[in-house]
């Protein structure tokens, strides 16, 4: 008996030892884990990200902003509850499958969603969170006010409010902003019962663009409606500030709407202009001219055999872009005037393919602008300290390299401001002193450029993009398309230029790709051109100071060569000459001006009062007498 309660007492004091040390081990030596271990059953961390920045136009209208909008979700632990509350969100959401989701969140048995960023009225909303099996929450989504405008640009959000294009991609973090961290506990059946205040503060950036959304919406228009004219595969167009290299408008057609993207709008997402090189043609001699000059290689006035049409090049031949064109001697100016390929190949032996290289380096032909959007394209140029006559010789005309829209766009502005070279930014400039500017060209070159490009429209091969009353500079392009098979099939008619008497210099590019109905740059592009110039010159009144011109110079602004027709110089607060000018022409200058005015008759003035040079004040009424023109012989 007694040995008997001694074992008993051993085993108990060895349970009881095993007891004491176990306990040990979990609440000392173990706790900490344990606790973890424990904490990590019944609490989870969720990130919560503020209202996602909202991006603006240059004037502060909104392109992306954010809407309320509801995330419904359930954790499927009570699943005959959750049956029963699935028919209360049918009644505010009636599109929704609830047998269809009912098997889904009893085969999961675990979270699952059942809608998500849906619109749901407050009052709806307050009911819905006292439902118990179903969570309501609160999420702001992304909305394009302007549907499809400046859609490339803008990109979009996916279903978590991550940017998946364009800005909204290249400057997601920046838009986002950092995420509020938020703690809850759940209970036995897994359901969150108490949220912890944040312990990251939130902060997420508006971003203002360059963009203007009225110049915008009227390139996209021009833009489509020249597309669908000529019956092309696409267009793409843009305008720069020259001195700031800011955007103001930029975009391709077809387009989409980034408030619905659906799966056949994948291959207009992207921006072209910005991501897609294309042979340029014509418009690439203007650089080849251009590094004749720079290096002092060439004047204006140098003057070239054009070989009647017809120039053998090792076994090739190099010939004019019509077979009409039978050029003997041409000047440099002549042959950027005409836009001849023999001329410009002829120009480019002398230059040599190192010197010629050098400056389209410099012009960041073949390189990236920095331009801010994701995937912009560094073109195609050959890399080589040298090339063969007949490689150098397609170069120099724009065959045989490849450019995007914004790599011309930015080279001529550079051209166009005087010879600095300006990135191009999409983002809005609050300092122009801080701007980068880095010197390619000396303001004389740039200035005799710009006279050369002048006569190119005017005297040349772009008349279709006269603006009246200005000096518009820019090149037409009529460029070969190439296939997929690597060699060439259709065209890309593109057109280039800015008006040059203006205070501040802009420059616009189009282009249209594979047109069925004409194909010319001067009969598809330029058209377009003339469009999108006229319209911030004479339509925003924010921009009447661009269409002045500058004091103390004079132009002709003749349209017809009529009798009366003369010289003559805009000024406000004097009355302008407008003998000799067509209505639309004289209307323009007037409305430019702010003169009220009446008229009578069809034609061209031929009679005015008050006369030209007389003082005008806020109450002068002209009156302009039309009558048929008579032409000098």
């Not at 790709?513 to 592009?525: L, R, S």
Request: aromatic share 10%; net charge positive.
């Amino acid at each position: 008996m007694k040995a008997r309660v001694t074992f008993t007492f051993f085993v108990m004091l060895f349970l009881f030892a095993t007891v004491v040390v176990k306990g040990f081990y979990v609440q000392v030596l173990n706790r900490d884990k344990l606790l973890a271990y424990s904490h990590s059953q019944i609490a989870r961390e969720v990130k919560i990200y503020p209202r996602r920045g909202h991006i603006l136009d240059r004037n502060g209208s909104p392109l992306a902003i954010n809407v309320q909008k509801y995330n419904l979700f359930t954790f499927g632990k009570d699943l005959s509850l959750v049956r029963k509350e699935l028919k209360k969100v049918k009644e505010v959401l009636p599109n929704i499958n609830t047998s269809k989701l009912y098997k889904k969140i009893k085969k999961r048995g675990k979270f699952t969603w059942i809608a998500r960023k849906v619109e749901i009225k407050d009052k709806l909303a307050k009911e819905l969170k006292e439902l118990k099996e179903v969570f309501i929450e609160a999420q702001p989504s992304r909305l394009y006010p302007n549907n499809e405008l400046l859609s490339q640009t803008l990109g979009f959000v996916g279903m978590d409010n991550e940017g998946l294009a364009g800005i909204e991609y290249n400057f997601n973090d920046k838009l986002k902003g950092e995420a509020q961290i938020h703690k809850y506990f759940k209970d036995a059946k897994g359901r969150p019962v108490k949220l912890k205040s944040a312990i990251v503060e939130s902060k997420a950036y508006d971003i203002t663009l360059s963009i203007d959304k009225d110049i915008q919406a009227s390139l996209e228009e021009f833009l489509k409606d020249g597309v669908i004219k000529h019956k092309a595969r696409m267009g793409g167009a843009a305008v720069m500030d020259a001195q700031t290299g800011e955007i103001w408008a930029m975009a391709n057609y077809p387009t989409y709407d980034p408030n619905n993207v659906r799966r056949k709008d994948r291959n207009n997402i992207k921006l072209s202009f910005v991501t897609d090189p294309f042979e340029p043609g014509s418009i690439f001699k203007t650089f080849t001219i251009a590094s004749g000059l720079k290096n002092n290689i060439i004047k204006d006035d140098t003057n070239y055999f054009c070989e009647r049409g017809k120039f053998r090049v090792g076994k090739h031949i190099i010939s004019e872009s019509d077979n009409n064109h039978v050029y003997e001697w041409l000047s440099v100016e002549d042959i950027l005037k005409y836009s001849s390929n023999i001329g410009t190949t002829k120009i480019a032996f002398d230059i040599t393919y190192p010197t010629l290289k050098q400056t389209l380096d410099e012009f960041k032909i073949g390189k990236k602008t920095g331009i801010e959007l994701p995937g912009e394209s560094r073109g195609i140029l050959d890399d080589q300290k040298n090339v063969s006559p007949i490689r150098l010789s397609n170069i120099s005309f724009g065959q045989g390299v490849a450019s995007t829209g914004i790599q011309m766009l930015a080279g001529y502005a550079a051209i166009a401001n005087g010879g600095k070279y300006v990135s191009p930014t999409l983002l809005k400039v609050e300092d122009e002193a801080k701007v980068e500017k880095k010197r390619i060209l000396k303001k004389e070159t740039a200035e005799k450029l710009s006279e050369m490009l002048v006569k190119a429209v005017h005297e040349g091969t772009g008349s279709n993009a006269i603006v009246n009353h200005f000096e518009i500079a820019g090149k037409t392009s009529t460029a070969q398309r190439v296939d997929g098979g690597g060699g060439y099939k259709g065209y890309v008619s593109g057109f280039i230029g800015y008006p040059v008497n203006v205070d501040r210099r802009f420059v616009v590019f189009v282009y249209v790709d594979d047109p069925k109905k004409g194909y010319y740059g001067n009969t598809v592009a330029a058209p377009i051109f003339q469009k999108i110039v006229k319209n911030i010159l004479f339509k925003r009144k924010e921009y009447n100071t661009i269409a002045r011109t500058k004091k103390g110079t004079s132009r002709n602004i003749d349209h017809l060569r009529a009798k009366y027709s003369s010289r003559r110089s805009l000024r406000r607060g004097t009355i302008p000459n407008l003998i000799g000018l067509d209505k639309a022409s004289a209307q323009n200058i007037l409305e430019t001006l702010g003169i009220k005015y009446s008229q009578r008759g069809f034609g061209i003035v031929s009679e005015q009062y008050p006369e030209a040079g007389s003082k005008a004040s806020k109450n002068t009424v002209m009156r302009l007498k039309f009558q048929a023109p008579t032409y000098e012989q």
